[in-house]
Protein backbone atom coordinates (compact mmCIF):
# COMPACT_ATOMS: atom_id res chain seq x y z
CA UNK A 1 0.00 0.00 0.00
CA UNK A 2 1.25 3.19 -0.89
CA UNK A 3 0.20 6.95 -1.43
CA UNK A 4 1.50 8.48 -5.13
CA UNK A 5 1.37 11.58 -6.36
CA UNK A 6 2.49 12.92 -9.50
CA UNK A 7 5.54 10.83 -10.85
CA UNK A 8 3.57 9.00 -13.12
CA UNK A 9 6.84 6.68 -14.24
CA UNK A 10 8.12 6.37 -10.78
CA UNK A 11 5.11 4.99 -9.83
CA UNK A 12 4.73 2.27 -12.93
CA UNK A 13 8.35 1.66 -12.15
CA UNK A 14 7.26 0.40 -8.36
CA UNK A 15 4.39 -1.56 -9.88
CA UNK A 16 5.67 -3.53 -12.30
CA UNK A 17 8.70 -4.87 -9.75
CA UNK A 18 5.89 -6.03 -7.67
CA UNK A 19 4.02 -7.32 -10.44
CA UNK A 20 7.01 -8.97 -11.74
CA UNK A 21 8.66 -10.45 -8.63
CA UNK A 22 6.02 -10.69 -6.18
CA UNK A 23 2.74 -10.94 -8.87
CA UNK A 24 0.46 -12.68 -5.57
CA UNK A 25 0.34 -9.43 -4.16
CA UNK A 26 -3.02 -7.31 -3.66
CA UNK A 27 -0.97 -3.75 -4.90
CA UNK A 28 -2.99 -0.68 -3.60
CA UNK A 29 -2.27 2.67 -4.75
CA UNK A 30 -4.01 5.24 -2.78
CA UNK A 31 -4.03 8.72 -5.33
CA UNK A 32 -5.36 12.03 -3.74
CA UNK A 33 -8.61 13.55 -5.19
CA UNK A 34 -6.56 16.48 -6.40
CA UNK A 35 -4.31 13.74 -9.13
CA UNK A 36 -6.00 13.00 -12.50
CA UNK A 37 -6.31 9.46 -11.75
CA UNK A 38 -6.17 8.32 -15.83
CA UNK A 39 -2.36 9.24 -15.63
CA UNK A 40 -2.13 5.79 -13.41
CA UNK A 41 -5.44 3.81 -14.95
CA UNK A 42 -3.12 1.80 -16.99
CA UNK A 43 -0.97 0.38 -14.30
CA UNK A 44 -4.61 -0.91 -12.95
CA UNK A 45 -5.64 -2.44 -16.39
CA UNK A 46 -1.82 -3.45 -17.18
CA UNK A 47 -0.12 -4.67 -13.86
CA UNK A 48 -3.34 -5.28 -11.12
CA UNK A 49 -2.89 -2.28 -9.16
CA UNK A 50 -5.98 -1.07 -7.51
CA UNK A 51 -6.65 2.78 -7.50
CA UNK A 52 -8.58 3.98 -4.70
CA UNK A 53 -8.84 7.91 -4.54
CA UNK A 54 -8.69 9.46 -0.72
CA UNK A 55 -8.55 12.73 0.61
CA UNK A 56 -5.66 14.57 1.87
CA UNK A 57 -6.60 17.53 3.72
CA UNK A 58 -2.80 19.00 3.29
CA UNK A 59 -2.05 18.07 -0.08
CA UNK A 60 1.74 17.63 -0.88
CA UNK A 61 3.51 18.64 2.35
CA UNK A 62 4.29 18.15 5.14
CA UNK A 63 1.65 18.38 7.10
CA UNK A 64 0.54 15.15 4.03
CA UNK A 65 3.07 13.17 5.44
CA UNK A 66 1.94 12.77 8.89
CA UNK A 67 -1.66 12.89 7.73
CA UNK A 68 -1.37 9.41 5.49
CA UNK A 69 -0.83 8.07 8.84
CA UNK A 70 -4.10 8.20 9.74
CA UNK A 71 -5.10 7.46 6.69
CA UNK A 72 -3.67 4.00 6.48
CA UNK A 73 -4.80 3.09 9.63
CA UNK A 74 -8.51 3.77 8.99
CA UNK A 75 -8.55 2.13 5.47
CA UNK A 76 -6.84 -0.51 6.82
CA UNK A 77 -9.16 -0.90 10.24
CA UNK A 78 -12.37 -0.55 8.13
CA UNK A 79 -13.12 3.33 9.46
CA UNK A 80 -13.53 4.58 5.84
CA UNK A 81 -17.13 3.13 4.94
CA UNK A 82 -17.57 2.40 1.32
CA UNK A 83 -14.75 4.50 0.43
CA UNK A 84 -13.04 0.77 0.25
CA UNK A 85 -15.93 -1.61 0.56
CA UNK A 86 -15.10 -5.05 0.62
CA UNK A 87 -11.12 -4.60 0.45
CA UNK A 88 -10.32 -4.96 4.30
CA UNK A 89 -7.43 -7.69 4.85
CA UNK A 90 -8.24 -10.66 6.94
CA UNK A 91 -6.54 -10.66 10.63
CA UNK A 92 -4.36 -12.75 9.25
CA UNK A 93 -2.95 -10.45 6.76
CA UNK A 94 0.59 -8.65 6.26
CA UNK A 95 0.95 -5.48 4.78
CA UNK A 96 3.44 -3.16 3.92
CA UNK A 97 2.80 0.50 3.70
CA UNK A 98 5.43 2.12 2.14
CA UNK A 99 7.29 5.18 -0.48
CA UNK A 100 6.45 4.79 -4.07
CA UNK A 101 9.16 7.19 -5.73
CA UNK A 102 12.24 5.61 -4.77
CA UNK A 103 11.29 1.56 -3.98
CA UNK A 104 11.25 -1.49 -6.00
CA UNK A 105 10.98 -4.38 -5.20
CA UNK A 106 13.50 -7.84 -6.02
CA UNK A 107 11.49 -10.99 -4.23
CA UNK A 108 7.93 -11.07 -2.25
CA UNK A 109 9.27 -10.26 1.02
CA UNK A 110 6.24 -11.51 2.89
CA UNK A 111 7.48 -15.04 3.00
CA UNK A 112 10.86 -13.68 5.36
CA UNK A 113 9.17 -11.56 7.55
CA UNK A 114 7.18 -13.99 8.59
CA UNK A 115 9.57 -16.59 9.15
CA UNK A 116 12.03 -13.96 10.42
CA UNK A 117 9.55 -12.00 12.74
CA UNK A 118 5.83 -13.57 13.33
CA UNK A 119 3.36 -11.23 14.71
CA UNK A 120 5.87 -8.62 14.80
CA UNK A 121 5.76 -5.19 12.40
CA UNK A 122 9.22 -4.93 11.08
CA UNK A 123 10.85 -1.51 10.78
CA UNK A 124 14.03 -1.10 7.98
CA UNK A 125 16.99 -0.14 9.82
CA UNK A 126 19.15 2.10 8.13
CA UNK A 127 23.45 1.96 7.60
CA UNK A 128 24.40 0.55 10.65
CA UNK A 129 27.39 2.84 10.62
CA UNK A 130 24.68 5.59 11.81
CA UNK A 131 23.13 6.70 14.47
CA UNK A 132 20.32 9.46 15.47
CA UNK A 133 22.78 11.56 16.82
CA UNK A 134 25.67 11.02 14.34
CA UNK A 135 23.21 11.34 11.02
CA UNK A 136 22.70 15.37 10.73
CA UNK A 137 19.03 15.12 9.17
CA UNK A 138 17.61 12.84 11.84
CA UNK A 139 19.79 14.76 14.74
CA UNK A 140 17.56 17.83 13.18
CA UNK A 141 14.40 16.17 13.29
CA UNK A 142 14.88 14.90 16.46
CA UNK A 143 16.02 18.17 18.24
CA UNK A 144 13.34 19.71 16.35
CA UNK A 145 10.36 18.02 17.70
CA UNK A 146 11.63 16.67 20.95
CA UNK A 147 14.22 19.62 22.04
CA UNK A 148 17.79 18.52 23.57
CA UNK A 149 17.01 16.05 25.66
CA UNK A 150 14.90 14.36 23.14
CA UNK A 151 17.83 13.90 21.22
CA UNK A 152 19.83 13.34 23.85
CA UNK A 153 17.98 9.85 24.70
CA UNK A 154 17.97 8.78 21.26
CA UNK A 155 22.04 9.71 20.22
CA UNK A 156 23.17 6.21 20.45
CA UNK A 157 20.02 4.28 18.67
CA UNK A 158 20.20 3.41 15.11
CA UNK A 159 18.24 5.40 12.45
CA UNK A 160 15.03 3.32 11.39
CA UNK A 161 13.61 5.07 7.97
CA UNK A 162 9.98 5.37 8.33
CA UNK A 163 9.23 5.06 4.46
CA UNK A 164 8.87 1.10 4.48
CA UNK A 165 6.88 -1.09 7.52
CA UNK A 166 6.12 -4.36 7.01
CA UNK A 167 3.93 -6.33 9.33
CA UNK A 168 1.19 -8.23 10.96
CA UNK A 169 -1.68 -6.14 10.60
CA UNK A 170 -2.66 -6.27 14.39
CA UNK A 171 0.93 -5.03 15.62
CA UNK A 172 0.72 -2.62 12.31
CA UNK A 173 -2.39 -0.91 13.50
CA UNK A 174 -1.01 -0.55 17.00
CA UNK A 175 2.24 1.21 15.42
CA UNK A 176 -0.26 3.45 12.96
CA UNK A 177 -2.43 4.24 16.06
CA UNK A 178 0.58 5.45 17.75
CA UNK A 179 2.07 7.33 14.53
CA UNK A 180 -1.44 8.71 14.18
CA UNK A 181 -1.68 10.29 18.07
CA UNK A 182 2.47 11.57 17.91
CA UNK A 183 1.65 13.36 14.89
CA UNK A 184 -1.55 15.02 16.05
CA UNK A 185 0.25 16.36 19.42
CA UNK A 186 3.37 17.41 17.04
CA UNK A 187 0.92 19.69 14.54
CA UNK A 188 -1.04 21.28 18.11
CA UNK A 189 2.50 22.09 19.41
CA UNK A 190 3.73 23.61 16.26
CA UNK A 191 0.51 25.57 15.96
CA UNK A 192 -1.04 23.86 12.76
CA UNK A 193 -0.47 21.49 9.81
CA UNK A 194 1.16 24.31 7.97
CA UNK A 195 3.83 24.51 10.31
CA UNK A 196 5.11 21.30 10.45
CA UNK A 197 8.35 20.76 9.06
CA UNK A 198 9.05 18.34 6.45
CA UNK A 199 10.77 15.22 7.89
CA UNK A 200 8.35 15.44 10.95
CA UNK A 201 7.33 11.75 9.99
CA UNK A 202 10.96 10.15 10.41
CA UNK A 203 10.85 11.90 13.85
CA UNK A 204 7.94 10.73 15.34
CA UNK A 205 8.57 7.34 13.88
CA UNK A 206 12.14 6.95 15.44
CA UNK A 207 10.83 8.26 18.69
CA UNK A 208 8.12 5.55 18.58
CA UNK A 209 10.31 2.73 17.15
CA UNK A 210 12.72 3.09 19.89
CA UNK A 211 10.49 3.84 22.53
CA UNK A 212 11.97 7.00 23.75
CA UNK A 213 8.76 8.92 23.60
CA UNK A 214 8.99 11.32 26.72
CA UNK A 215 6.71 11.00 29.54
CA UNK A 216 3.75 10.47 27.72
CA UNK A 217 4.16 7.65 24.87
CA UNK A 218 1.06 6.48 23.30
CA UNK A 219 -0.47 3.02 24.92
CA UNK A 220 -1.42 1.53 21.70
CA UNK A 221 2.19 0.57 20.56
CA UNK A 222 5.46 -1.07 22.78
CA UNK A 223 8.50 -0.98 21.22
CA UNK A 224 9.87 -3.90 22.61
CA UNK A 225 6.75 -6.07 22.14
CA UNK A 226 4.97 -5.27 19.18
CA UNK A 227 8.27 -4.19 17.45
CA UNK A 228 11.38 -5.73 15.51
CA UNK A 229 13.76 -4.10 12.14
CA UNK A 230 15.12 -5.75 9.48
CA UNK A 231 19.03 -4.86 9.38
CA UNK A 232 20.59 -3.15 6.54
CA UNK A 233 22.79 -6.19 5.81
CA UNK A 234 23.22 -9.93 6.90
CA UNK A 235 20.76 -12.48 6.24
CA UNK A 236 17.89 -11.22 8.21
CA UNK A 237 18.05 -8.37 6.10
CA UNK A 238 14.24 -7.52 3.96
CA UNK A 239 14.20 -4.40 3.85
CA UNK A 240 17.52 -2.81 2.17
CA UNK A 241 17.80 1.52 2.75
CA UNK A 242 20.86 2.63 0.50
CA UNK A 243 21.43 6.32 0.80
CA UNK A 244 24.05 5.80 3.25
CA UNK A 245 25.75 2.68 1.50
CA UNK A 246 28.46 3.89 0.24
CA UNK A 247 28.35 2.81 -3.50
CA UNK A 248 31.69 0.80 -3.30
CA UNK A 249 29.82 -1.69 -1.37
CA UNK A 250 26.72 -2.29 -3.79
CA UNK A 251 27.03 -5.64 -5.37
CA UNK A 252 25.02 -6.48 -8.18
CA UNK A 253 25.10 -10.02 -9.24
CA UNK A 254 25.13 -12.13 -12.83
CA UNK A 255 21.00 -11.89 -12.84
CA UNK A 256 20.99 -7.52 -12.49
CA UNK A 257 19.98 -8.25 -8.71
CA UNK A 258 21.28 -5.80 -5.91
CA UNK A 259 22.71 -7.77 -2.89
CA UNK A 260 24.24 -6.16 0.02
CA UNK A 261 28.25 -6.01 0.61
CA UNK A 262 27.50 -9.54 2.55
CA UNK A 263 25.83 -11.05 -0.20
CA UNK A 264 22.63 -11.04 1.35
CA UNK A 265 19.84 -10.81 -1.17
CA UNK A 266 17.21 -8.21 0.08
CA UNK A 267 13.84 -8.28 -0.83
CA UNK A 268 12.90 -4.81 -0.47
CA UNK A 269 15.30 -1.93 -2.18
CA UNK A 270 14.68 2.00 -1.13
CA UNK A 271 16.51 4.84 -1.82
CA UNK A 272 18.33 3.61 -4.68
CA UNK A 273 18.15 6.36 -6.83
CA UNK A 274 20.76 8.01 -4.89
CA UNK A 275 23.16 5.94 -6.60
CA UNK A 276 22.80 6.98 -9.90
CA UNK A 277 24.30 4.06 -11.44
CA UNK A 278 22.18 1.71 -9.96
CA UNK A 279 18.78 3.70 -10.72
CA UNK A 280 20.21 3.52 -14.11
CA UNK A 281 20.07 0.02 -14.41
CA UNK A 282 16.93 -0.21 -12.79
CA UNK A 283 14.96 2.05 -15.19
CA UNK A 284 16.59 -0.14 -17.93
CA UNK A 285 14.88 -2.83 -16.33
CA UNK A 286 11.47 -0.77 -16.12
CA UNK A 287 11.74 1.14 -19.40
CA UNK A 288 8.79 3.99 -20.08
CA UNK A 289 6.20 3.18 -22.74
CA UNK A 290 5.59 6.26 -24.40
CA UNK A 291 2.05 7.32 -24.43
CA UNK A 292 1.33 4.87 -21.39
CA UNK A 293 3.12 6.43 -18.42
Known amino acids: MGLVWGLPAET ?17 LLVPTKEDVRQKAHLERQFGAEIIHVHLSHYKS ?23 PERRPPRDAWVTITDVRDVVVQDDPFARA ?23 FNAAWISYLFGQAGLDRMRDAPVSCSGVTIGAIDPLLKYLAAMSELAAQVVAQTGGYGNVRRGSDQGIHNCLVHGHCGTAPPKTFDAETDGAFS ?24 FGRVRTAGGTFPAILHQFDRHIALKNMIDASYPIVVGKE
Not at 12 to 28: N, Q, T, Y
Open 62 to 84: AGGELERFELYKRLLSGDLGNLW
Open 114 to 136: RELWPSKVVFGAEDARLTVGTCP
Open 231 to 254: PNSGHRCVVHTMAWVPWSEVRIDA
Open 12 to 28: ARFVRSWARHAPGVRML
